[in-house]
Each structure stands twice: as structure tokens, then as C-alpha cells.
């Protein structure tokens, strides 16, 4: 190779290095507003007394997409085919989403429930056929605490999706109950024992609605429905007590409660002769 093909190649050199120079630099710039930018957010966030695992989980998303923003503009700037880079980005992050789908699932319904706040740590929530303290809320799962104190993993991404009753929203709670009784049972003792029951639980609001009524006509029982109204924290002492009431005086005033039973009959035949 001759000197003058050196010579040559110093102005393209040149033009390279004042490009990474240049492209340092403005990095440099863009790492600085990025902070800039993200510290005016959490201020923000602050203010706004958000959940700091969804302030976290948004700052993290913004930084990310923000760096990628810059590193694009820094690649094109340089002369490298961003479309490139965009597509296998893209292909990658596909890739990932349908890998972790359920995980991710969760996770949004984790940021769901840390910004819309149906409930928070402390609440009383009714979850299907689970209900219990909400002691914990992460951003894939929340804990709660149960009556017996066992404690249960729910998934945010079902959670989400779930009909959730907040007790804790209100402070007093009504006990529905239904007691069945028998087509022979005369309703008029029926509900004179049962109001007397009710009577009979001090911890029952007074000027709340009390109903003892005919709730339903089964195929083999007469349904009463008993509804008062307590304090949320006797919901469960008064619902079980008077539970074991009912059964005590029904018992002593001779009142059946049907429940489902089986009859065999065992025919014998003659032998013919």
C-alpha cells in the first residue's frame, strides 16, 4: 500500500471520529435530560400519593423507553439501519411476551389494581368463594389473610378480571341468612322464634331494617330469610352464633329442617313354585 491510499482514507477517518465525538456527546445530553425528566416524574408521582410499586414500575418503563429513544436517534446519527434494529427489537420482545404471557398477565393486573386502588392493605374484600385481609399487594400477587388464618396467593391478572366486594369500604355489614324449614312447619312460630333470636344479639344496629321473611319455595323446604345489619368487626361472632341458636330453639320448639336423604326399599320375591 502506497502512502497517498493512507492519505486518502484521513478525511473519511476524520469525518468518523467527529461523528462518535459528536454522537458522545449528545449522549452525554440526552442521559442528562432523561434524569432531568425522570426526577421531575417522581416528583410528581409524589405528589399525586401514588403507590410507590406503581411509581417505580412507570419510572422504569419511562427510563427504558426513553434510553431506546436515544440509542435510535444515536444509531441513525451514526449511519446504522434503525429499521433494522427495530424489527429484531420487535421479533425479540414478541418473543418474550408470548414466553411469559401469563406472567405478564399478572403484572398488569398488578399496576391495574396499584392505580385504580379497589382495595389496599388492611381491607376486608370477598373474592369469589375467598375472603379475607388484604396483607399484602405485590405487582404479580396479592395475599390475604383468611378467617382461620391461613394465608392465599391470588394472581393480580384473575384478580383483575374478578367481581371484588370491598367490605372494608363501609362500617357496618348485613348477615344474610336462609333457613329452611319444613311445609309442615307453622311460618308464624317460625318467625316468631326467629325474630326473638334476633332480639337476643346486642351487637345488631338499632334503626337498621330487620327482615324475616319467606325467601324462597323449594321442592322440600320453605326458605326464611333472616337480614340484619351489625358492625363489620361482629359480622362473623353474630352470624355464627345465631347460627347455632336457630338450630338450639328449632330443636326445642320442634320445628324440622329438611335435608336430603335416601330410602331403599328391598323387595323379596317369592320363589314360585
Not at 22 to 33: E, R, T
Not at 160 to 174: F, G
Not at 180 to 193: C, E, W
Amino acid at each position: 500500500m502506497t502512502l497517498s491510499y493512507f492519505t486518502d482514507k484521513i478525511p473519511a477517518v476524520a469525518d468518523a471520529a467527529l461523528h462518535i465525538i459528536i454522537a458522545l456527546i449528545l449522549f452525554v445530553i440526552g442521559q442528562k435530560l432523561v434524569k432531568l425528566l425522570l426526577k421531575l416524574l417522581r416528583t410528581s408521582f409524589d405528589k399525586s400519593s401514588m403507590e410507590e410499586g406503581v411509581a417505580h414500575f412507570l419510572l422504569s418503563i419511562i427510563k427504558f423507553g426513553l434510553y431506546a429513544v436515544l440509542i435510535l436517534i444515536l444509531c441513525q446519527f451514526l449511519g446504522f439501519a434503525t429499521s433494522s434494529i427495530i424489527a429484531l427489537l420487535g421479533s425479540a420482545g414478541l418473543a418474550v411476551g408470548l414466553a411469559l404471557q401469563g406472567s405478564l398477565a399478572n403484572f398488569a393486573g398488578g399496576v391495574l389494581i396499584l392505580m385504580m386502588k379497589p382495595f389496599m392493605v388492611g381491607d376486608y374484600i370477598i373474592v369469589g368463594d375467598l375472603e379475607g385481609t388484604v396483607i399484602g399487594i405485590d405487582i404479580v400477587y396479592t395475599k390475604l389473610q383468611m378467617v382461620d388464618n391461613k394465608t392465599v396467593v391470588l394472581p393480580n391478572g384473575k384478580l383483575a378480571d374478578s367481581n371484588i366486594i370491598n367490605v372494608t369500604n363501609q362500617d357496618k355489614r348485613r348477615i344474610d341468612l336462609e333457613i329452611g324449614v319444613s311445609y309442615d312447619a307453622d311460618l308464624q312460630q317460625v318467625r316468631r322464634v326467629l325474630q326473638d333470636i334476633i332480639k337476643a344479639q346486642d351487637e345488631i344496629l338499632i334503626g337498621e331494617p330487620v327482615d324475616v321473611v319467606v325467601g324462597a319455595l323449594n321442592s322440600s323446604s320453605v326458605d326464611m330469610a333472616v337480614h340484619v345489619w351489625v358492625k363489620k368487626e361482629h359480622y362473623w361472632p353474630v352470624r355464627w352464633r345465631m347460627l347455632e341458636q336457630i338450630k338450639l330453639r328449632f330443636d326445642e320448639e320442634g320445628i324440622e329442617i329438611p335435608f336430603n336423604q335416601l330410602d331403599v326399599t328391598v323387595k323379596q320375591e317369592t320363589a314360585k313354585k
